[in-house]
Each structure stands twice: as C-alpha cells, then as structure tokens.
C-alpha cells in the first residue's frame, strides 16, 4: 500500500497556487469542476474521446483541460501519473473513479495525490470491514445472519458475486433461500461458490443525507471534539423497482436490480436532522480510531428510518456521493450554513482554497 | 380562554424595535431563525439541553440566544412566561410547539404574544370543528359515515385515541370495520372506549400547498375582500407506506403507521393552481366568519385530486407546516412574488416587520 | 397550410422592440411571464373572465396586459387576430394552448406569429407521424405490434378515441386484449370503432429532460453540425397510478387515467447525461430532414431507461412542458450552463432578445 508520505512528498512538490482539481468526467464531475470555477480553482477532466465533447458543451461546467484516455484504467499509466503530477492535479474521488479504476489499484499503484484520506477505500470496500466500522461508532444497524440455517423472518441477501446494485435478494426462510441461489446458480447471475451476507429486512423510509467533514475548520459541535460537520443535502435513490407499481414484470430478475438511475430531493422532520449529525459525528470519530486521521470530506450514510424502530445505517459512503448533484446551486441544508450557492462540489474547492491559504493542504490529502 | 385583550395589552409594553422571534428548536425552527436573520430580527431558541449544541452548529439559522428547558411544557411556567416577555419574545408557534405545549394549555395558560390568532388552536384541533370549519367554507370533502353500519364502500377510519399519525386503518365493510377495531383493542393498540371517525376513501394525488394569508397588505385576489394571499409551495408528505413496494410486512401495525418522516417537493398543473387558491381564499373567508378575525399569516390545505372527481380538502394546518422546510431558499412558487429567496419563515419575519413599521403588529398577534 | 412565408411577412411588419410575448393563461404561462419579465420584454395574457384575477395576483409572473376570452377557442376570431398582431404578439405555444386551440386550427386559421416552428404541430399529434421520427432519428423505441393477434408478452395499448391521458390500458394475451376492449366499448369509454396502438410494455424509471435549442448560437456539441443544444432540467409526472400503494381501487377506470397531476423533480445518472444528449441532438437532426428547418427552442424527450436495457424513447414533445414549472429559478442542469437563474421561460426570453440583436428573429418564427 502507498504510504501517506509517500504522496505527501509528492503534494509537497506542488505549485499549490497553480493546483488543479482533477476527476475522471462522471459520477459528479460536472458538479465538481463547476463548484471549482465558483471557488476561481482551475480544474482537469479525465474523459474518454466519446465523453468530451458532451462535457465540453457546459459552459460552466467543463473542465478548464482534458486528458483523454481509451479507458479509464488507463490513468495507472506511468506516464498519465506523471503528467497529472506535474499539471499538479489533486484527484476528487467518486464512486465511478472507484469503479474504473479499482480500489485495489488506488490504494497500491495511484501515486497522484487526492483530496481525502484513500484509506477510507480500504474500509468502505468491503462488507465486513465497513460494518466494524458501524459497530465500532455503535450505530443500530440491520442484524446479521451468520448463516442461512438461522433465517426467521423477512431478510435481505446480499450477493457478494454481481455485480453494482444488481447483488439482492429477499427471502423468509431457509428452505426459499437455497432455492433462490440454485435458480440465480442456474441461471448465471451468480458463480458457484459466490459469497453473500445476509440481513433483516428492516421496513422504514430510505434517507441519504450528505455531508461535508472539515478536520482543519473550527469545531462546531460539542459531540465532535475537533473538526466541524455540515450536513449539506440529502436525496432518496431512484430505482427500478420504485417504478414496480406501473407493471413492472415480477421476475427474479427484474427483482434483483438495484441500480441506481437517478435521485431525487426529500428534506426529513427536523427532529430527525438531530439524530442524523450524531450518528455520523459517531462515524468520524470511530473512523479516527480505526484508520487516523479517518474520514475527510464529503461523505453519505445510508439510513432506513422507521417511526417506531427509529433509525437503522445500512452503508457509509466515504466521497461525494451522486445525490449530491440534486444541487449544484444550494440545498434546503446548504442555506442555513452558507448565504450563497454551495454545493458539495464547491465545499470540496473552498476547503482546499482554505488549507491552502493556511499551509494545511497536507491534512487534507492522501 | 385568555382574551386577545389580555395578549394585546402584554404586547403593547414591548419594544418593538428589539423584538425577538421565539420558538421551540424543532419542526420548522431552522427555517424561522434563518428567514427572521435575512430580515434582520433577532432570534431567540427554546431548546434542550441536548438539542442545543445541534442548533448552534447551524451558522446562519442558530437562534441568537436561547433558553433552555429540560421539558418544553416548562415554558408554562410563570417565570420562563415572564422572560419570554421581558426578552419581547414574539412566539411563531409551529406543530412541534403545539404538540408539546398542549392546545389547551396555550389557550388557557400561554400568556406570551404569538404571531396568528391562536384561536386556530381551538378550531384545527378538533376534527369536528374542523369538519364544520370545511363545511362552511362550502368545500368539496370527503363524505362521512356516522355509523360503522353505513360502511358501503372503501373507508378510511380515523383512530381519535391513538397518538399522532398512527391512528388510521381501511376497511369496506361493517364486518371487517368490527375485527378490525377488535384486533386494535387486544392489540392495546387503542383503548376499549376510542372514539373514531369514518370517511369515505379518495382515491387521487395527495398534495400540500402552502399559503401567507397577510391582513395588513392591499387586497390582491377578487374573491378576497381584505389581504393577500400568496401560494408560497407546495409538498408531498414521506411515509413509510410510500416504501411499501420495497416489501414492508404487511401487518396491521405497519400499516397503520401514518407518520410523516419527510417531505418531497412538487409543483401542480398550472390549471389547478387556479382551483387552490379559490380554495384557500374561501378558507380564509370561513375563518373569519367563525373566529374574526380568523386566519393570520402560513397555513396549508392538504387535498387530494383526482383527475374525474376533482379535488377534495381533508385537514386545514392552521401554521406553518414541515413541508415549508424544502424551500429556505424560496420555492417555484414563491420567485412569482418575490425577486429574492422568500422561504415561509422570512415571509413570517418580513410581516412582521412591515406591520411594525406602519403600527399594526396588533393585527398579527394574539 | 399557412406557409412561413406569410407568417415571416406578418412578422416582418412588427417593431421588435415593441414585441409582446403572449400565450394563454395556463399550463406553463406564470413561468414564460416571469421569465420575459427577467429579460425586460412585455407580456400579454390571453384569459378567461374567471383565471384572470389569479393571475394578477402574482406580482411577478403577471402579464403587463391582457386579452379576455370567454373561450380560448375564440383567439380564431380575425378581430382578435388583428389585435394580437397589432400588438406586436410573439406566441409562445404550450401544451394548453394546442389542446384548447386545436393543432389543425392553428395550422390552417392562425395567422399570429409563434415562436418555434409549428410544423412540429403536424409531426407531433399524430402517434404515427412521432413514430415515423423517432425512427428517422434511429433511437430505440417500444416495438409496436400490428394486431392484436402478435401480442406475446406484455404490452401497453393506447386508445387513439379517449380524450387526455386516460386512453391507456394493459394486457398481456389476445383474448384478454378484446375482453377488455369489449368493456371500454360497453362502458361508452371509447367508440365502437375507435383506433388502439399496440406497443410493447417496457419496465424501467421515467425520465423527461428538457432541452432548449437554439439555431442562431454557436454550435455546443460535436454532434450537432448546426445550433447549441443545452439540458435545461429534469422531472417525473405525477399519476394518481402514483398512488395506488395507498388503497387506490383497482376497477378498470382508475387504472386507465393516466392524466398528468403534477411534476417531481429528479436527476439522473451522469453517465446516462451522455446519452439523453445524443438521443435529444439525433432527434433535432432528423426534425431537420423531415420538417426543414426542424425543432427550434424548447422540446423534451419522454423515455424510459432500464439498466439492463438501456433508454427507450416513448414520445418527444416539442414545445415547453409542463415540467419546466419546477424550475422557475434554474434547475441542478441550468446552473452549467448560466450563473444566474434561467428557467425555460426565460431561455425562450433571451432567445429572442438575442436574435433581435442580430437581425434573426425571423429563423425563430413560424
């Protein structure tokens, strides 16, 4: 794994005055470049030939340059590394950054400095580390099955084999869930001996509040020693199955998609909010413990909230997550921090702006 | 009751100049803190102990000052009413502060002004009440049943013994209405003697308007003799029912679990925006026939449309509702009257000081 | 058919800078007079005796005048004919103003300049001339079957006689498609020889983007020789079929209402932003071949995308939907392209503004 002086010794080399902010063009790019340019920061989109024209045509949005790669693994290279070195380009990771280019990839041969702490890759990227971690900050969380044997009502399969939000299933007992494997066996949507983990179902309302995390702003909540939490939006994930309701045909298949096509806007009862700052100012803090400094930056938890259960986390994503692009410009929370147009994008470059202006940039990257 | 009188002669010894605006930190308090910091008033919290550090994280929608109480019905005791005057606290009552304070008690034991005529309290907090306000008014309702022997066709039956949204089961037959009402009693899920009203079911589109009733401004509808009526946004209300295809166990209990978790926003045919506000006037007009000098300032009228039946009005909310906190930074209705960000609660803020300015705050408060 | 010749000389008398935007006061009308409002031109309002105070009472999204109908149907008549073009009228045509007026009508009787090509009349209201499009375009569409007797999974038959949105049903077999025909007939929902399309079901999430193309900018995309094409916004519509996890009854009639209520915002996937583009530009060039010179400012495309799928595109509507009403302020796409808020209304304002300018009203009007 690269070492954070490693890249730090590669960030001290940086004209930071001539930093660029750099992402692969998806995911949240356009929002990415477009809060850099309101924050006066010059930006570097990585696109394929197919993508840059399409990026190129927002005006406000489009990166100041581009790096064109076939694929997008292809920013491994040794020579595209050096070259996003010396443009002294400052990786924004995003989910779609992750999944070009590999976790695994990142962690062991990317040595371009990036905005956040990589070792939250480490954490995020497998199931049972992330949910050490939701233990770890003492969160409720849906209970696990160690295994299917133990099956006593309605529970959630996670496949460990497919692939994207494609991986889930719900069954309520032991003798439906091996026929479901043997159906998704038979059929190839799962190899032989893929793994799963299996979760109560919890009823409740899907919440994905975003965050920003600064660790070099003052703190501004007694429940986190250090640091200063914003919560700066919050959308609910739109999916095949919210559609079910139109006719959707009630195969497997069809079933088993959770792909996420878009996001739309939801604002939660206010008492709620309350809740929802302490638990993710628990998952800073227990980021901290299990991988220092921990979480920097933007990130999401993935909340099932039900009136008489309360609250449940089922996820932590540790980046910019795509709800975030609801809104470019300000959200119902963004407001109540900011008395102009400040979206997660922006936060990112006025962050950077900030520790530069302070000499801290180094705290702020991995 | 304590008389308007008595409120309008505390209100008459306050500075005016240093008015402060109070509530309770829940439900919409973000959104009045920050819409009463854009006009420049001052603000002042009643909080908790544990929810205050939560508030002040919020820079630009924290109260100035609070108070703290260890339970919000202590804000009936003499000497908090007593501060709450002297520090010229004028209350925006929201749904939160009614829950917790107690209609009753407001009515009988509040002394501090509030923004409205609290007579509202009396008329939405009874559904018979309301039922005679919607009557009045002459508008489409639903029909309803005044013995369960009736029941011919789809019902809603609303529970008056169970607390807040939880009380609500469908039935379509007498049958069905009595084992019903029987698993509810075992249940102890309401008590043996809970009263219960019985309407017809609607099937249609849910919708929320929200509204600003000012008495103080010029007349700007024909079908309102006296103020302006501004539809200032519109919501849809989140809850758990509306994940119900993600497969929620469909018991009875779940089933009758009515409470809103969020909000989400949406905009009406600009056809049937004509159609609610001829509504809403003849609310207004309603009100003041049956508690002159009626409704003051935000409320909502929550409608269902169908696209053959046209709308029917279930429940007027005499305040400002949750659904309001989509909309800080204005909403798509609100930029038609306003060239700036006009959120309810700075719409609130904004009344308040022009009627200060022309000598007629009076008008707002009881 | 009124050529564009006579339409352009009509026009070529105007004074520009004395143009009125006009349209009739519903559907999308609050937002087009807002937005030439925002850009200084003066507005005209065609209204019923009864809409029109309503509309007066939004103090930004009024028009500066209006013209009083007892039926929109009347606009026909040549006395207010001469009088919209003696006011120097520049129609702006939504959905209502189709609907009430009659595409043939204004084909043929309507001799008031419109913005935007109205061929697109001819094109758009005949379910086989947008099919005869969107497959000159090469986009993936539904497969439509020619007889009932193809049917062989499930499909959605559209009903050519039923008025609005509510001339929809599904079946899934031949018999089952003439039984419920045999019932539509029975029950005077349609004629007895009223026409049917027979369209494959396609499960997936509704998406409708809206686009804005200008003819007389530079072009914005590779993939349009001519013109610049922006993504101004995004929503879905809201059905009661919407609702029907809420105990709708599940009787033949209510199924079939598919009549558009309301509008909810959303946005999608930024991958899936690539696509829409290239769908929305290839629609723009095959306009162009088929009714030179094609689409010209507002249109949407209304698909459906699944993830293992793709996009399928259902419909194109070509002129300002009704979905823009979410957006009076700018939406999370038109911040990409404008720093100050643009909403669809006064993207057609500026449109014109800038053509004046140089001299090219007349390539917008027809």
Redesign the interface.
Known sequence: MISRDEILKILSKYDEHGLKIATIC?????QIF?GARMEGLETLGIALP??K??Y??????KPDDFIIVEDYRKILREDLQKRLIEENALIIPHG?FVEYVGAGNILEKFYVPMFGNRLTLYWESDRERQYEWIMEAGLPHPKRYYSPEEIDK?VIVKLCGAKG??GYF?TSSTSEFYSKIAELRRKKIIGEDSGYIIEE?I?????YPHFFFSPIREP????LPYGS??ILG?D?R????????????ETI??FL?F????????????????DI??MSSKIIQASRKLFHPGLIGPFCIEVM????KGFKIFEISTRIV?GT??????S?YS?????E?MSMGRRIAREIKEAIKIGKLGELVY
């Open positions: 998806s995911h949240s790019a356009l477009h197919s993508t024209p399409y190129e045509s927002f005006s406000l949005a779609s309605l939000g494609s719900k179902f009823p409740g309302v899907r919440l501004n909540l007694i429940s939490l914003e919050m609910r739109l999916e095949v199955i919210d559609e079910i309701h139109r006719g959707l045909p298949e069809d998609d792909t996420v096509v878009g996001n739309t806007p939801v604002v939660v009862r206010e008492k709620l909010i309350i700052l302490e909230y039900h009136p008489e795509a692009n609801l809104y470019p410009y300000g119902p407001y109540y921090y900011y008395n147009p």
